[in-house]
């Protein structure tokens, strides 16, 4: 059974659509003890929702983990790690974080509660929810 994430990113440097565009992609650059922590818990297989941050903070596309934490090729500090990630759908509509904090089912999704982290756990049943508020169904 996969584990569900949001992975967030600054579409100015790199969007869902670079995603799609490159087909998959190494997740670095993830500093934080407590992300990088839960980067080191995804597994191949795992779904993933990637959220834009900045201005437009939406939900709005899917990925997957394409292969599982590894150490960070392009660091010296050992104790970052990358995943790889792979391109999927793209949401037919976004999913916006307001949209998400007036949810009551997303009250202690990570997303609301540290809306700092990069990388935030997703419930089964908020992912379901997630899907169906971005038009994906479950």
């Not at 440097?13 to 407590?34: A, I, K, M, Q």
């Not at 201005?55 to 500090?77: H, T």
């Not at 999913?95 to 089912?105: F, N, R, W």
């Amino acid at each position: 059974m996969p584990n569900y994430w949001i992975l967030k990113t600054e579409p100015s440097s790199y969007s869902h659509d670079d995603l799609t565009r490159d087909g998959t992609t190494v997740w670095d650059g993830v500093r934080n003890p407590v992300a990088l922590k839960r980067l080191r818990s995804m597994r191949k297989g795992d779904e993933v929702l990637i959220y834009h941050t900045g201005k437009e903070r939406a939900a709005v596309g899917l990925a997957r983990i394409a292969a599982g934490p590894y150490p960070d090729p392009g660091a010296s500090d050992e104790r970052l790690v990358v995943v790889e990630v792979a391109a999927g759908k793209r949401l037919r509509r976004p999913v916006t974080l307001a949209d998400i904090k007036a949810d009551g089912a997303f009250a202690d999704l990570a997303l609301v509660r540290q809306g700092r982290l990069s990388v935030v756990p997703v419930q089964a049943v908020q992912w379901k929810r997630l899907l169906a508020m971005g038009g994906s169904g479950a």
